[in-house]
Antibody
Framework: QVHLQESGPGLVKPSETLSLTCTVS????????WNWIRQPPEKGLEWIGY???????NYNPSLKDRVTISVDTSKNQFSLRLSSVTAADTAVYYC?????????WGQGTLVTVSS | DIVMTQSPDSLAVSLGERATINCKSS????????????LGWYQQKPGQPPKLLIY???TRVSGVPDRFSGSGSGTDFTLTISSLQAEDVAVYYC?????????FGQGTKVEIK
């Protein structure tokens, strides 16, 4: 059974770069699309982007200039970098596998942007 | 972007009664080449990630109780909980994966009356 786990700092200063990693266990990262999705406190879901195991990416245009998603197949991990963060980027960040809908999901990690 | 609009924003239903959530997309999510609607439904409970319930608009995920059903095609979709149970209290989201950017509805909060 595939399991996803997000990791990274829970606090980031304004204007700095948010960096998170999603580790995939129980299965291979190959041949799937892997997504980042976020949810601000008490709000809805926003798709950030995805990466295929070969490295092909697709980003939400609302974040495109600030987002980079990368994959390391040797470690069965993929990562998110979001630059120039503001308080509006405070959210729970989830990673999820794509395949006719998102499943499974990681448990999510809260990232707060504050000085 | 495809805008997903759910109705209502919240509803309160008695235990054992039917709950119906609607989702309308701003353009069709029916892909003509395979005749599939690229529409999913998720359930999210507090402090948990969303859980996929339904994909292809009407296919139930393995292990999801059969009181959950999805219907609709094109731009109009419905999630029905045929007999609400206490454990169904949650926020429900529709989601289109027809194109990018992927988008979600704003969520519908289901409570017990």
């Amino acid at each position: 059974q595939v399991h996803l786990q997000e990791s990274g700092p829970g606090l980031v200063k304004p204007s700095e770069t948010l960096s998170l990693t999603c580790t995939v266990s129980g299965g291979s990262i190959n041949y799937y699309y892997w997504n980042w999705i976020r949810q601000p406190p008490e709000k809805g879901l926003e798709w950030i982007g995805y990466i295929y195991s070969t490295g092909t990416t697709n980003y939400n245009p609302s974040l495109k200039d600030r987002v980079t998603i990368s994959v390391d197949t040797s470690k069965n991990q993929f990562s998110l970098r979001l630059s120039s963060v503001t308080a509006a980027d405070t959210a729970v960040y989830y990673c999820a596998r794509d395949g006719s809908g998102y499943q499974p999901w990681g448990q999510g990690t809260l990232v707060t942007v504050s000085s | 972007d495809i805008v997903m609009t759910q109705s209502p924003d919240s509803l309160a239903v008695s235990l054992g009664e039917r709950a119906t959530i609607n989702c309308k997309s701003s353009q069709s999510v029916l892909y003509s080449s395979d005749n599939n609607n690229y529409l999913g439904w998720y359930q999210q409970k507090p402090g948990q990630p969303p859980k996929l319930l339904i994909y292809w608009a009407s296919t139930r995920v393995s292990g999801v109780p059969d009181r959950f059903s999805g219907s609709g095609s094109g731009t109009d979709f419905t999630l029905t909980i045929s007999s609400l149970q206490a454990e169904d209290v949650a926020v429900y989201y529709c989601h289109q994966y027809y194109n990018t950017p992927r988008t979600f509805g704003q969520g519908t909060k289901v409570e017990i009356k």
